[in-house]
């Protein structure tokens, strides 16, 4: 049996398919004592006919699932901490399809939690590898990475040669890869909208932690290369869960362009079901 061990902070070692190309399994070792455990877990997909990128929320939302039975409702997964209390601050696990290669289809999901997972988690996680698709069949999930943002990241045009994620890199400037989903309706108070999409944005970054940007609205066809070969337009992507909760305004869809002063590492999702894809974002320069 192989092992994933973490050696210290700054290595990740990277696990393949087995000869076979199918996921091997994984006996996981917390790192050595003093050192931070890791935050992030990167997953490749198969599948005869892999997903849409347009149904990343359906995605995130099996994966989140899978990884909640394997870990008998782990707080880290579930979003609730010991007491059953709503976890705040977003310290839980994101569950973000990712398609890395720009061809329009899932090939990838980043499971990311700020707080890092313990054993237990990773135990969960290394179970993970068959999920029901969306519309019938199975994915298979091969764990292929283990460690942090700063180790598994990169620029966007660099994502297919790397074999690293754009989801995960550091840059000044980010563009919407899935639809941002208001969590709260605008209102117009003496005719001036107020609370509308773009300043959701705004707000939701300052309360994720990141620094002010400047948020610009971006169309699908505006998005950088490489992008999918039909740009994805943001009102075709699946946008309600098909269960669970989640604060949702209005049934709309927009993408967006975050300028920051300085480089920014992500991940990055914001507004309605985000914790399972939606309104994410990949570093583009």
Same mark, same amino acid.
């Given at each position: 049996?192989?092992?994933?061990?973490?050696?210290?902070?700054?290595?990740?070692?990277?696990?393949?398919?087995?000869?076979?190309?199918?996921?091997?399994?994984?006996?996981?070792?917390?790192?050595?004592?003093?050192?931070?455990?890791?935050?992030?877990?990167?997953?490749?997909?198969?599948?005869?006919?892999?997903?849409?990128?347009?149904?990343?929320?359906?995605?995130?939302?099996?994966?989140?699932?899978?990884?909640?039975?394997?870990?008998?409702?782990?707080?880290?997964? =579930?979003?609730?901490?010991?007491?059953? #209390? @709503? +976890? %705040?601050?977003?310290?839980?696990?994101? *569950?973000? &399809? !990712?398609?890395?290669?720009?061809?329009?289809?899932?090939?990838?999901?980043?499971?990311?939690?700020?707080?890092?997972?313990?054993?237990?988690?990773?135990?969960?996680?290394?179970?993970?590898?068959?999920?029901?698709?969306?519309?019938?069949?199975?994915?298979?999930?091969?764990?292929?990475?283990?460690?942090?943002?700063?180790?598994?990241?990169?620029?966007?045009?660099?994502?297919?040669?790397?074999?690293?994620?754009?989801?995960?890199?550091?840059?000044?400037?980010?563009?919407?890869?899935?639809?941002?989903?208001?969590?709260?309706?605008?209102?117009?108070?003496?005719?001036? =909208?107020?609370?509308?999409?773009?300043? #959701? @944005? +705004? %707000?939701?970054?300052?309360?994720?932690? *990141?620094? &002010? !940007?400047r948020v610009e609205p971006l169309a699908a066809e505006e998005v950088t290369r490489p992008r999918p070969p039909s740009p994805i337009g943001w009102e075709r992507f699946r946008r309600v869960r098909s269960s669970g909760n989640?604060?949702?305004?209005?049934?709309?869809?927009?993408?967006?362009?975050?300028?920051?002063?300085?480089?920014?590492?992500?991940?990055?999702?914001?507004?309605?079901?985000?914790?399972?894809?939606?309104?994410?974002?990949?570093?583009?320069?």
């Amino acid at each position: 049996m192989n092992e994933v061990i973490m050696h210290d902070g700054s290595r990740t070692d990277r696990i393949g398919h087995g000869e076979n190309g199918t996921p091997q399994s994984w006996r996981v070792r917390l790192p050595a004592s003093g050192v931070a455990p890791p935050t992030t877990a990167r997953f490749a997909l198969s599948a005869a006919i892999l997903p849409r990128l347009e149904d990343a929320l359906a995605v995130g939302d099996r994966v989140r699932m899978a990884v909640l039975r394997y870990s008998d409702g782990h707080p880290v997964f =579930v979003g609730r901490d010991s007491t059953g #209390q @709503v +976890a %705040r601050c977003h310290h839980h696990a994101w *569950f973000l &399809p !990712a398609d890395d290669d720009a061809d329009g289809a899932i090939d990838h999901v980043v499971v990311h939690a700020r707080g890092g997972f313990d054993h237990a988690a990773l135990r969960a996680l290394a179970q993970l590898r068959l999920v029901w698709g969306h519309g019938g069949g199975t994915l298979g999930l091969t764990l292929v990475d283990l460690g942090s943002p700063c180790e598994l990241g990169c620029l966007r045009r660099d994502a297919r040669r790397s074999g690293l994620s754009a989801q995960l890199g550091a840059g000044r400037v980010w563009e919407s890869v899935t639809p941002f989903v208001p969590p709260r309706h605008s209102k117009v108070r003496g005719g001036v =909208v107020r609370d509308a999409p773009i300043e #959701q @944005v +705004a %707000r939701l970054l300052v309360l994720h932690g *990141f620094p &002010p !940007a400047r948020v610009e609205p971006l169309a699908a066809e505006e998005v950088t290369r490489p992008r999918p070969p039909s740009p994805i337009g943001w009102e075709r992507f699946r946008r309600v869960r098909s269960s669970g909760n989640g604060s949702r305004g209005a049934d709309a869809a927009f993408g967006f362009r975050l300028r920051f002063e300085r480089p920014v590492t992500g991940p990055i999702a914001l507004g309605y079901g985000a914790h399972q894809g939606l309104g994410q974002f990949v570093a583009v320069q």
